[in-house]
């Protein structure tokens, strides 16, 4: 089975940087994936890993420790309209089956 | 080039009546897959299908719950005699290629579902 933690919540502040992190356990992995999601709206792609490392993408990134079953997403030079909900999910190996995601971090960005 | 396509956006039914949910996905994708959102929970994945095939339904209830992904036109998921646990957030994504891992998802806007 796959098992898959994120904070529920997180707070920062406009212009601030924030970290929202993201652990999982899984039979297989062949991926991590960032997607972003405004209430009500569809979630949008953000970032994927499958190597150890950061992806760097403008003001977002994200990083992947497959040892550890450790990913983060950082978001920089924050802006009003990311807040939202950041989900992390994992393909297992084969990836027939689609994604497995977290239950999602609402962050909530002050001015 | 138009996103992946859902309707209806919001849909209400009485205990015990039939709901169907439609997905048209992005042009050029093949493979179509089904979540279902529960508030302050996160996305449950409930079938993958290609056209013509279910490919993994793992995750859709054995009763009431059926999907279907024709030759022609919108992939449908289909509930039976629906229950007030089944109100949720419906949501379709496709890919131009299976197993994720090389095509990520690209995700509707999802259909409301509320059984009253």
């Known amino acids: 089975g796959q098992n898959i933690d994120q904070p529920t919540e997180m707070t920062a502040t406009e212009g601030a940087i924030v970290q929202i992190n993201c652990t999982y356990q899984t039979s297989g992995f062949n991926g991590l994936f960032w997607y972003q999601q405004h209430a009500g709206e569809a979630p949008t792609f953000l970032s994927y890993?499958?190597?150890?490392g950061l992806e760097e993408k403008g003001r977002f990134s994200s990083f992947l420790s497959r040892s550890k079953g450790y990913s983060y997403l950082l978001l920089k030079e924050l802006q009003m309209k990311d807040s939202a909900s950041y989900l992390c999910?994992?393909?297992?190996?084969?990836?027939?089956?689609?994604?497995?995601f977290g239950k999602g971090t609402h962050l909530i960005i002050q001015p | 080039n138009a996103g992946v396509m859902q309707n209806p956006r919001h849909l209400v039914r009485r205990r015990g009546q039939e709901a169907r949910l439609r997905c048209s996905p992005m042009k050029g994708h093949s493979h179509v897959y089904w979540y279902r959102q529960l508030p302050e929970e996160g996305l449950k994945f409930m079938v993958y299908?290609?056209?013509?095939?279910?490919?993994?339904e793992s995750g859709m209830p054995k009763e009431r719950f059926s999907a279907e992904f024709p030759k022609e036109g919108p992939s449908i998921l289909r509930i039976q005699q629906v229950v007030r646990g089944d109100s949720a957030a419906y949501f379709c994504a496709s890919s131009q290629t299976g197993g994720t891992y090389n095509s990520p998802l690209h995700f509707g806007n999802g259909t409301r579902l509320t059984v009253t």
């Open positions: 299908l290609q056209k013509e095939n279910i490919i993994d």
């Open positions: 890993n499958v190597l150890d």
């Open positions: 999910a994992v393909i297992k190996a084969g990836g027939a089956d689609g994604l497995t």
